[in-house]
């Protein structure tokens, strides 16, 4: 008798190592597939590109010539645009996230708001693009301007933001919280103090993912209907602009196969600008959590 469960034991410990042999390996072939893919994809937009990479294509305007188009006002309007979006996005977000998380109380009314919140999160951005043509185009009268492409990409991303920051907000221990109202702090100087830089990095993270979904975004923009070629900088937040998206989105278009290389070289600014923001979010992130 205990040799026959000994080997029905040994049996069942065999299926289950299969078991999770197969699913490694399914997993391996998926990572790898996307691996793959992407370094196609980085190849294929290097390749083209890289020739046309140069400080003209940095320093001119858009022209209906390929060897004289440049990026120069799209990269510029895209830095304003992320001026607009990153303070009003981060500042609301990461308020609303204490509010909810700190002050107020557990209730089926801000279940429900919190539960909205995290399904908005899903929404197209078609949908906040026809929203911000509603409100800051037309009913405030902005036009096609810098703060209302600003503030319509702030509500695309205000969502993800809200969540990743109340998750972080919630992952403070709550010893935290009371040692700090032991200590004779109030409950804003424990939320200052004690919550929010410990709940920085996760808030970063957050941010970070949520700016880098904003700058590459083209839907809203197309549906506010911010132009695709300026031959003029952007001189406040009232003023028309372009981005790079849709620079991009020009080139990319256009049948003249020279465009299309053009095009490649406008996806590798674009990801130097990714680049370079996410690196200094993960640079204030490490900086926090070394620290707390």
Do not use: C, H
Request: aromatic share 10%; charged share 15%.
């Amino acid at each position: 008798m205990r040799y026959m469960d000994d080997t029905v034991v040994m049996k069942r410990m065999s299926k289950r190592i299969t078991f999770n042999k197969v699913w490694k390996a399914l997993f391996f072939l998926a990572t790898t597939f996307a691996l793959v893919t992407l370094a196609i994809l980085l190849y294929r937009i290097v390749t083209q590109g890289i020739d046309y990479l140069n400080i003209d294509f940095l320093t001119n305007f858009a022209s209906r010539f390929a060897d004289k188009a440049g990026i120069k006002a799209a990269l510029i309007g895209s830095l304003w645009l992320m001026a607009v979006v990153a303070p009003v996005s981060i500042i609301l977000g990461v308020g609303t996230a204490i509010y909810l998380e700190e002050y107020a109380k557990k209730n089926r009314i801000n279940d429900f708001i919190r539960m909205n919140i995290s399904n908005l999160a899903g929404v197209p951005s078609i949908v906040f693009g026809l929203l911000g043509l509603t409100i800051f185009v037309r009913m405030m009268g902005l036009g096609k301007s810098i703060l209302a492409a600003g503030l319509t990409m702030s509500l695309l991303i205000l969502p993800v933001i809200i969540v990743a920051a109340q998750e972080a907000i919630r992952a403070v221990p709550n010893e935290q919280r009371e040692a700090s109202y032991g200590m004779g702090a109030t409950k804003w100087q424990t939320i200052l103090r004690v919550v929010l830089p410990a709940a920085i990095p996760g808030i970063l993270t957050g941010s970070i993912l949520a700016m880098s979904r904003a700058i590459g975004e083209t839907a809203p923009l197309v549906v506010i209907g911010i132009p695709v070629i300026l031959q003029f900088l952007p001189n406040g937040l009232l003023s028309q602009f372009t981005a790079l998206p849709m620079q991009i989105y020009d080139w990319a278009k256009r049948p003249q196969e020279a465009f299309q290389y053009v095009a490649a070289a406008g996806i590798l600014v674009l990801m130097t600008v990714l680049l370079l923001m996410n690196s200094i979010a993960i640079f204030i992130r490490n900086k926090f959590q070394k620290r707390y």
